[in-house]
């Protein structure tokens, strides 16, 4: 998978989301995540469950792609139109800022994807003279929701991994 989107990030970005975090996190179940992770539709992408006993890890943009297939999930897509829209925003996480414009469109029937704003709006347009209902979601405010819900979380994790090194290394 793509490097991580808000490079150091916290302690829990770089050890990653165990699934009860995950759930939280994103609003599903663990039932919805389990089933997705063993249908592919989006396996953990730090350690997948080998097992009785082993955990799935995810990582931070692991938990972008599962609320963005939540909120899809949430007005009816089908899981093989998610499937083609999440292959998208995989090919988008490997770019420079990749997420910052992306938005995905949809009538509740198809999904469009649109990482410029104008191209956005011609897509909106579009569906709306057709007298359509439309709905979108802006990627980069998933993010930067995301990142604020993982600070309430997790506060204490923020810190940097080695704050207790250097007393520790005075002391002795």
Same mark, same amino acid.
């Given at each position: 998978?793509?490097?991580?989107?808000?490079?150091?990030?916290?302690?829990?970005?770089?050890?990653?989301?165990?699934?009860?975090?995950?759930?939280?996190?994103?609003?599903?179940?663990?039932?919805?995540?389990?089933?997705?992770?063993?249908?592919?539709?989006?396996?953990?992408?730090?350690?997948?469950?080998?097992?009785?006993?082993?955990?799935?890890?995810?990582?931070?943009?692991?938990?972008?792609?599962?609320?963005?297939?939540?909120?899809? $999930?949430?007005? *009816?897509?089908?899981?093989?139109?998610?499937?083609?829209?999440?292959?998208? @925003?995989?090919? !988008? /996480?490997? %770019?420079?800022?990749?997420?910052?414009?992306?938005?995905?469109?949809?009538?509740?029937?198809?999904?469009?994807?649109?990482?410029?704003?104008?191209?956005?709006?011609?897509?909106?347009?579009?569906?709306?003279? $057709?007298?359509? *209902?439309?709905?979108?979601?802006?990627?980069?405010?998933?993010?930067?929701? @995301?990142?604020? !819900? /993982?600070? %309430?979380?997790?506060?204490?994790?923020?810190?940097?991994?080695?704050?207790?090194?250097?007393?520790?290394?005075?002391?002795?």
């Amino acid at each position: 998978m793509g490097k991580p989107i808000t490079g150091e990030g916290s302690q829990a970005d770089r050890n990653g989301y165990r699934a009860p975090q995950v759930c939280k996190l994103v609003g599903i179940t663990y039932r919805q995540l389990d089933h997705w992770a063993r249908t592919d539709l989006l396996k953990p992408s730090l350690r997948a469950a080998r097992g009785s006993g082993t955990q799935r890890l995810y990582s931070y943009t692991d938990l972008v792609q599962l609320r963005v297939i939540k909120r899809l $999930r949430d007005t *009816g897509i089908s899981l093989a139109k998610i499937r083609k829209a999440i292959e998208w @925003l995989r090919s !988008e /996480i490997d %770019e420079q800022d990749p997420l910052k414009d992306s938005t995905l469109l949809s009538d509740g029937i198809d999904i469009w994807t649109s990482d410029n704003s104008d191209e956005t709006q011609q897509y909106l347009m579009d569906i709306l003279r $057709r007298g359509q *209902g439309v709905f979108a979601i802006a990627v980069g405010q998933v993010q930067r929701d @995301l990142e604020g !819900e /993982i600070l %309430e979380l997790f506060p204490t994790q923020a810190q940097p991994a080695d704050v207790g090194t250097d007393a520790e290394a005075t002391a002795t």
